[in-house]
Antibody, heavy 118, light 112 residues
C-alpha cells in the first residue's frame, strides 16, 4: 500500500525557516517524481514544486523560487521541502504527492500544517 | 501561467440527481506528445485530495463509474450521473501540461 506521511509542520515566527519531510513507503520511491502542493486555510490547492526521480531536475512555481527548496534522499525514501523567510501567507497545509506519470499526481499524504504567526 | 476556471463554484444537488462541473483553461492543454494532462480531484471535508480522473477521461481504480470526465483542448467537464451522500466535497480540475501546474478554484458539491 502506498503511504506518504508528512511531518515537520508547526508554528513558526515570520522570517523563520522550516524543513518539511515526507516519508514514502509501499512503492519504489526511486522510480517516481514527487510533488509538493499546499492549501491555505479555507482556500484551494496550489502546486509548489516537483522533483525528478534522482533529484536532478526541480521545478517551482515562480512566486516561490528562492524561498522554497525541494530535495529528496532516495536512500531513505524521503522527500523534503525547505522553506525560508516564512510569511503569514505561507500558512497552509503542505501535502506531498506522488507524480505517477507526466502531468499528474496519484497518491497524496495527509498533509502537515505550517502556521506562520508571531 | 495557465488559468483554470471552474463553474459553478457552488453546486447544490439532490440525492440521485446528476451534477456537472465545467473547467476551462486559458490555453490548450494538448501536450506536444499528443496527450492532454487534465485531472480531476475530489476533496471530502477534512481529507486530503483524491484523484478521480486523469488524462481527461481515465477513471482511477476504485472510483465509482458514476464519475466521468470528458472534453478536449480548453474545455472539460466532470459529470456525476447520480449524486450520492459520499460525493459531498470540493472538486478541483488541475492541468499538468504546462509548468507551473495549476488548479481550478474548486467547486463545492453539497446535497440540496
Amino acid at each position: 500500500e502506498v503511504q506518504l506521511v508528512e511531518s515537520g509542520g508547526g508554528l513558526v515566527q515570520p522570517g523563520g525557516s522550516l524543513r518539511l519531510s515526507c516519508a514514502a513507503s509501499g512503492f519504489t520511491f526511486t522510480s517516481y517524481w514527487m510533488t509538493w502542493v499546499r492549501q491555505a486555510p479555507g482556500k484551494g490547492l496550489e502546486w509548489v514544486a516537483n522533483i525528478d526521480s534522482d533529484g536532478t531536475e526541480k521545478y517551482y512555481v515562480d512566486s516561490l523560487k528562492g524561498q522554497f527548496t525541494i530535495s529528496r534522499d532516495n536512500a531513505k525514501n524521503a522527500l523534503f521541502l525547505q522553506i525560508n523567510s516564512l510569511r503569514a501567507e505561507d500558512t497552509a497545509v503542505y501535502y506531498c504527492a506522488r507524480a505517477a506519470a507526466p502531468g499528474t499526481v496519484d497518491y497524496w499524504g495527509q498533509g502537515t500544517l505550517v502556521t506562520v504567526s508571531s | 501561467d495557465v488559468v483554470m476556471t471552474q463553474s459553478p463554484l457552488s453546486l447544490p444537488v439532490a440525492l440521485g440527481q446528476p451534477a456537472s462541473i465545467s473547467c476551462r483553461s486559458s490555453q490548450s492543454l494538448v501536450h506536444g506528445g499528443g496527450d492532454t494532462y487534465l485531472n480531476w480531484f475530489q476533496q471530502r471535508p477534512g481529507q486530503s485530495p483524491r484523484r478521480l480522473i486523469y488524462k481527461v477521461s481515465n477513471r482511477d481504480s476504485g472510483v465509482p463509474d458514476r464519475f466521468s470526465g470528458s472534453g478536449s483542448g480548453t474545455d472539460f467537464t466532470l459529470k456525476i450521473s447520480r449524486v450520492e451522500a459520499e460525493d459531498v466535497g470540493v472538486y478541483y480540475c488541475m492541468q499538468g501540461t504546462h509548468l507551473p501546474w495549476t488548479f481550478g478554484q474548486g467547486t463545492k458539491v453539497e446535497i440540496k
